[in-house]
């Protein structure tokens, strides 16, 4: 098994090779002058069970494309079985036609990665679960809540838990995060989007008041969803509100955006490389997924169960 790294998130590839106890496979990434992306592997990978890591976050074009081109150079030097590890897919909110004449480009994504050779994908927390299914390759989709429970457990055990969902769509998650907390009480944030990037907080459903509040989603990108939905929840009464969220994508002014919030913390996964201004921030603190991933792959390479991991 050979484990191959992008440039998106060395340090989370570097921490599933420490796990895997392997050496991460020695591959370059160049640029030519017009910033086309050239891949290089330095070692043998023919007849090998190859993983290459790469979250198509920010810059989103350049990681993908990187990824694709990794994935075509493993294939081409003929690789058994090529895995796109991808503990971030980016474009996931692409997944439907928001209106006319729009692209779903969750789904050219998929189509992409799945013609330029994968044979599988592994990735974390997608958007909607219905995306492993653009995919025409098996697709594995882990879960960042056991990760996320143990954490609340260690840290809040003993406060009048309660685990929110910041809008309908993500009920379904809040659930299975509640069901880990012992059966918490859930609440729903009813959120209208008026217009893309905005997002207006309508109403709570469910009694929050005297009740300390565990947002759980999948992506906080501009903060808008949180930081509308924390002030709502302190305005109806809840002690504190804490936010557990998988992929940090934190765009624009996010970051300075949850610091000024009445949040007392986000806890965020390493799906994505931090950026300086996410590492300098008190507010924001990380889990790893390293040991998930590891797992995962370990169990992927000897084919075995990988949904009994959560079990
Ligand atoms: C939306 O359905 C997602 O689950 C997140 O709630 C959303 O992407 C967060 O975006 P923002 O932080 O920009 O409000």
Redesign the pocket.
């Known amino acids: 098994m050979k484990l191959m790294s992008g440039n998106s998130n060395l340090s989370l590839a570097q921490s599933v090779a420490d796990y895997l106890d392997i050496k991460l496979t020695d591959a370059s990434v160049k640029r030519f002058a017009d910033d086309e992306i050239f891949v290089e592997i330095h070692e043998n990978v023919r007849g090998e069970d190859v993983f290459i890591m790469q979250s198509t976050s920010f810059p989103a074009n350049d990681n993908l494309m990187e990824l694709l081109i990794g994935i075509d150079a493993l294939r081409r030097a003929s690789a058994k079985r090529i895995t796109a590890v991808i503990p971030y897919f980016g474009y996931a ?1 692409q997944d439907r036609k928001p209106g006319p004449r729009t692209p779903i480009s969750a789904k050219l994504v998929a189509n992409l990665i799945t013609e330029a050779g994968a044979d599988r994908v592994l990735s974390i927390d997608l ?1 909607a679960g219905q995306i492993q299914g653009f995919f025409d390759i098996p697709t594995d989709n882990l879960y960042g809540a056991p990760v996320m429970s143990a954490d609340i457990q260690a840290r809040f055990a003993g406060h009048e838990l309660m685990v929110i969902s ?2 309908v ?2 009920v379904v998650r809040a659930r299975a995060l509640a069901k880990r907390l012992d059966n918490a009480p859930l609440a729903i944030v009813d ?1 209208r989007r008026e217009r893309a ?1 905005e ?1 207006e907080v309508m109403n709570i459903i469910g009694d929050v008041s005297g009740r300390f509040c565990i947002l759980i ?10 930081c ?1 939905a924390a002030d709502a929840l302190k305005a109806k009464g809840a002690t504190e509100v804490v936010a557990y969220i998988t992929h940090g ?1 934190l ?1 624009g002014g ?1 970051v300075a955006r949850i610091n000024d919030s009445c949040l007392k913390e986000l806890v965020i996964t390493d799906s994505i490389g931090a950026t300086d201004a996410v590492k300098d921030s008190d507010k924001i603190r990380h889990l790893t997924m390293a040991p998930l991933l590891g797992e995962a792959i370990k169990r992927i390479a000897d084919e075995t169960s990988v949904s009994s991991l959560f079990d």
């Open positions: 909110r958007h910041p809008d769509g993500g959120k990037g997002s989603d999948d992506i906080v990108d501009s903060g808008g969803t949180l509308n994508v765009s996010a």
